[in-house]
């Protein structure tokens, strides 16, 4: 074999489109530009976007807001864990904090901020340690001699 013996796979080339040379070519007369316009002129270019009068792809999205557009993410809020004031006497002891909520079976073991809410009636006196606490719950812990401290997350 030889430079000279190597010729391109059957197939792999096509001869260029002739154009403008007579009817009998197929590609006469306007040479496939079609009738009048812009795109039948020398030097017509459409926008890389135009998309033959269909609305645009960059017209159809959405504009980009926020991150997108380099603003932070507002923080997001915190989530609680409710628990009951009722429900407070199904755990043993004096001291009530997270722990004793979870052994209790009151919280999931993955929880971590925890709500006291005042539906329901102390029957004795609790210290309780947690993340927050609503007015009505504290009124009914106080009043029944205990005591709430708030804890730090």
Same mark, same amino acid.
């Given at each position: 074999m030889r430079l000279d013996d190597l010729t391109p796979a059957p197939g792999s080339t096509t001869s260029r489109k002739?154009?403008?040379?007579? @009817?009998?070519?197929g590609h006469g007369?306007? $040479?496939?530009?079609?009738?009048?316009?812009a795109g039948s002129r =020398?030097? $017509? %270019?459409?926008?890389?976007?135009f998309e033959g009068g269909q609305m645009p792809l960059q017209r159809r999205l959405p504009r980009l807001r926020g991150e997108a557009r380099g603003q932070h993410t507002p923080a997001k809020p915190k989530?609680?864990?409710?628990?009951n004031v009722g429900e407070l006497a199904e755990v043993s002891g004096d001291t009530i904090g997270i722990?004793?909520? @979870?052994?209790?079976?009151?919280v999931? @073991?993955?929880?971590?901020?925890? @709500?006291?809410?005042?539906d329901g009636e102390v029957g004795k006196a609790v210290a309780?340690?947690?993340?927050?606490? =609503?007015? %009505?719950?504290?009124e009914k812990i106080e009043s029944a001699?205990?005591?709430?401290?708030?804890l730090e997350q």
């Open positions: 002739r154009l403008g040379r007579g @009817k009998g070519s007369k306007n $040479a496939g530009r079609g009738h009048k316009g =020398s030097g $017509a %270019t459409k926008n890389s976007a989530v609680y864990n409710p628990v722990e004793e909520l @979870k052994a209790a079976g009151l999931g @073991k993955r929880d971590e901020r925890v @709500k006291i809410l005042g309780v340690r947690v993340h927050a606490v =609503s007015g %009505t719950a504290r001699g205990g005591s709430v401290e708030i």
